[in-house]
Structures are given as C-alpha cells and as structure tokens.
C-alpha cells in the first residue's frame, strides 16, 4: 500500500512533482554559469592553482569527453536506462519535460542503488566465487572492468584528467569538460573523507547499507553533498597506479526545500533555484559550484565546493599533443596493460 493511497488530498496536500526549471536546457544549464575555459596547459595550471589556494587539502579531478554530459555513477546511468525502457535518450527525456510529465520515477533512489548492489554482491559470490571479498573490493574489480556501481572513477592528477578529456579523437568536434571536487564543506566532520578497507568499511556488507532512512543517512553526511568520501584501492592492476585512481563514493543526493534554496539560479530572481530533476540530470552526486579562487563559506549550507572547466573542441588535438610531448600521456602509459595493448590495437586496425 502506498503512503497516499486511500487518503484524500486537497489540492494543496498533492505530492509536489519533479519538474524541470524554466531555465533547464541540459546539464551544461547548471554548469555554464561557473565553468572556466581551458584552452592550453597554463590555463589549467593558473585554474588549478586559483582552486588549490582556497583548499588546503587535497582535490579530486575527473575528465569527460563531451561536456554535455553529466557526472553520474556507472550504476545510476544503468538504473536510469531501465526507467526509460532501456536506454536513457536526451530526446524522450526533453519530451518528457516539455509535456510537463513528473520525473521522479525517471531517476534511480537510493534505495534503488542499494537495493541492485545487493543483486551485484549475491551474483558475484555466488556465481563468480567472489565469497573470500569484501563489498568493496567486489566493487572496484568490477568497476575497473566497466561494470556499473556506484563508485566513481577520479584521479589525484589534474593531467590525467585532461587526458581523458582530450584523448578520444572520436570526440574532436565538441567540447570537453573536466570536474574538481574539494573533501568538505566548511563544517569540519569528525570523520575523515578518505576510505579504508577496515573493520568499518571493509566489511561483507556495505556500510551505507546500514542507513535505511534520509534521517541516518544526513546524520552519516551520506547523500548531503557536504563529505566527498574518497577510496584509493588496493593496486588490482597496473593502470590504476598509472591513473593516480581514486573512486569517490556518495549517496544519491536527498531532496528537501532547505538543500534546494541553495542552488540559485545564476542570472534569474533570487528566489529562483534549481529543481531535484534539474540536479539529478548534472549529477548522482550534488555538484554545489563555485568559480576557481572561491570556495563554499557558509556553515549553514554546508556543501564541499566543486568546480568545472570547459575544454573547447578546437583545443583538443594540441592538449593531446601537448600532454604526450611534454608529459609523457599516451595510451600506452595510461593502460600500461595488455588489455590495454588490446584496446589500442582494437581501434587502430578498426580505423
């Protein structure tokens, strides 16, 4: 039975539903009014220092071919296929919105997360005799070899970064997008924001399987946006090393009036703000923006600053270039592996 069957409801106890912002175009709506152009090295190298100037520790980075493209968690992009039939489309999804349909039950819940890794873990120790693993050295194994979980892939190194932002030749015609994540928001947690496969969190369960309701869930900064929870994995293979891997790990984000009012709509009145559907289509994760040299102050909103920085296409070929002559970036020592090996010569003769 659900909650609001055989209730009646006036006309203002209906169940808001999840609409797009006037504004809302696609996920770049939300990103455009703090992005930065990087069109060489230096450029990214005065960003970066800008960003680091505000943070004492360290910053997360991650580096998307196509800049319209949000920053969601393999197995929420999966989840999301299934409730639009199969495969997401942008298409559907603006059709969607311009019918002015509730949008909710298109994007996964937590519980929806949860409720696949337990299926995830069952089939893994079962069927792949995975048993002697924790939950989350299953996860990274299977992350590492393209399946869908929560976990996503970041890298201490701003240039690694880059180049996979630049390094699909196939993506030369439009623009690249890189994302900076700092750890905390301004209210110091008691916890720290790096993973250890300890008694804690290297368990047979996962550990955010114990926060069963939005109330645990904010009382353990889960799903908040305000604690960016890294993990650096036990070298599983040689290209996590070469990739300087990190995997930050998070909830989907929890909805409320409270968390909403801040995120202002840059350029509209000040009560205008982004809606959940507008949030959930940038990101699993919340992406609270701000420009480099500036970081999130304010206590009551307690958010971990993030930052993004917008690549144009016609600047690709030259980072490329640049990143392998100056830096030595290439293929080969980003997948120094042979399935690496594979992959490069799988393209080259598919060319």
Not at 70 to 94: I, N, T, W
Not at 224 to 239: E, M, N, Q
Not at 247 to 257: L, N, T
């Amino acid at each position: 039975m659900s909650f609001f069957e055989g209730k009646v409801l006036g006309k203002g106890n209906q169940p808001r539903r999840w609409l797009h912002s006037e504004e809302y175009e696609s996920p770049v709506s939300i990103f455009k009014g703090y992005e930065v152009a990087v069109t060489s090295i230096s450029d990214l190298w005065n960003s970066m220092k800008k960003i680091q100037d505000v943070h004492d520790s360290r910053l997360l980075w991650r580096g998307q071919s196509n800049h319209e493209w949000g920053l969601h968690s393999s197995l929420f992009r999966v989840l999301r296929d299934q409730k639009y039939g199969g495969r997401f489309s942008a298409e559907v999804h603006d059709q969607l919105r311009d019918q002015k349909i509730d949008l909710k039950d298109r994007y996964p819940s937590e519980n929806d997360l949860q409720d696949a890794e337990s299926e995830i873990l069952r089939q893994s120790r079962t069927g792949w005799r995975l048993d002697s693993l924790s939950a989350m050295e299953i996860f990274a194994r299977i992350q590492h070899r393209g399946g869908p979980t929560r976990l996503i892939d970041f890298s201490f190194n701003p240039l690694i970064a880059l180049w996979f932002a630049v390094s699909d030749s196939s993506q030369d015609e439009i623009d690249a997008r890189l994302f900076c994540l700092a750890l905390k928001g301004p209210v110091a947690n008691s916890e720290q924001a790096d993973v250890r496969l300890d008694s804690d969190w290297g368990g047979y369960e996962p550990k955010w399987h114990q926060w069963e309701s939005d109330d645990d869930r904010r009382a353990n900064d889960w799903g908040t946006g305000s604690l960016r929870r890294f993990w650096v994995p036990p070298i599983y293979d040689s290209r996590m090393l070469a990739q300087n891997s990190v995997f930050v790990i998070d909830g989907v984000p929890i909805s409320g009036k409270q968390i909403q009012s801040s995120f202002h709509i840059m350029g509209a009145p000040q009560n205008r703000n982004w809606k959940m559907a507008d949030l959930l289509s940038a990101g699993s994760l919340y992406l609270k923006f701000y420009e480099p040299g500036v970081e999130n102050k304010t206590t009551s909103r307690n958010f971990a600053s993030t930052y993004t920085l917008r690549i144009p296409a016609k600047e690709k070929p030259g980072l490329r270039a640049q990143l392998e002559t100056w830096f030595g970036y290439d293929a080969a020592a980003i997948y120094p592996d042979v399935d690496g090996l594979r992959q490069n010569l799988a393209q080259l003769f598919l060319t």
